[in-house]
């Protein structure tokens, strides 16, 4: 990632988790890379919102992009969670 970062680089985008091939990108080690060239993130987590931890501040992520028919899915887990 390191490498594939350029002066010209203004944002890098990374797919959370693959649905097909079940791979999880690892957010985090990308995003302190990408904070620390100073280059904006944003990961596709439409696929992983409500199957594992999504959060926009623990992942370092500037964008986040989530299905909004999942998202609804994984409030209304939540809210379950919350009630018991």
Do not use: C, W
Not at 27 to 55: C, F, Y
């Amino acid at each position: 990632m390191r490498r594939a970062i350029t002066p010209r680089t203004i944002l890098v985008s990374v797919m959370h988790a693959n649905n097909e091939v079940g791979t999880i990108e690892p957010i985090e080690a990308v995003g302190a890379i990408t904070r620390e060239r100073g280059v904006l993130l944003h990961t596709d987590a439409a696929q992983s919102v409500g199957k594992i931890p999504t959060k926009v501040n623990e992942l370092g992520v500037d964008l986040l992009f989530a299905s909004p028919s999942l998202l609804g899915d994984a409030v209304q887990q939540a809210r379950d969670h919350i009630t018991r």
